[in-house]
């Protein structure tokens, strides 16, 4: 019996961790399970504070990132906006997000003026440090300063597309490499 133990352990590990899964299947309740991350949250945008339980779409794409970023966010910003043009008509019935992990040098019309370089009506969202980071924490978005200079730094940041419903409740979280059918077919799926 004793040699069989680590796989009835490992047994029991897989059992627990698709539990959430398979319940969802069988309740058809939609989201991930187990997920804690997101929630709605006021930050300010060119036009004022901005709540996200205010939008009036069904879907919420939202990206962290920074506006002097040279390479990973405006890749993932325009790989959103690809998602937002593939829906077609059904694009108004999902808002696009582009948060600063660096509101230090992010202004709120910076912020706007570069996301919606990609999008005219993707919205940019900053804020003080620690509302930014409180959001952070919330969706779990990893940022760390790298330098020394105040003026002349990049910023370290995890890099996901979160896909959140009308709730705030994620529904989907995309990579860096998921491709964009995948990402327009979820989307689609959940409208």
Do not use: W
Not at 65 to 87: F, H, I, N, S, W
Not at 143 to 172: C, F
Request: charged share 20%; proline share 5%; hydrophobic share 40%.
């Amino acid at each position: 019996m004793k040699r069989y133990a680590p796989l009835v352990a490992a047994c029991l590990l897989a059992g627990l961790v698709a539990f959430p899964f398979l319940r969802n299947l069988a309740t058809g309740e939609r989201g991930m399970p187990g997920a804690q991350i997101g929630g709605h949250f006021t930050l300010q945008t060119s036009a004022g504070p901005l709540d996200t339980a205010s939008l009036g779409t069904e879907l919420i794409m939202i990206y962290f990132g920074y506006t002097y970023c040279p390479d990973v966010c405006p890749t993932e910003l325009a790989r959103m906006a690809q998602v937002y043009k593939g829906l077609g008509g059904d694009k108004t019935r999902v808002s696009g997000l582009f948060v600063t992990v660096d509101p230090e040098r992010d202004t709120v019309t910076a912020v706007t003026e570069y996301a919606q370089v990609f999008e005219p009506t993707f919205k940019g969202l900053s804020g003080d440090r620690v509302r930014i980071e409180q959001v952070m924490r919330r969706y779990q978005v990893y940022a760390q300063k790298v330098g020394e200079d105040p003026s002349n730094y990049t910023v370290d940041h995890s890099s996901r597309i979160y896909l959140m419903n009308q709730d705030a409740k994620l529904m989907a979280l995309f990579s860096m490499d998921t491709d964009i059918p995948t990402m327009i077919d979820q989307v689609k799926t959940l409208l």
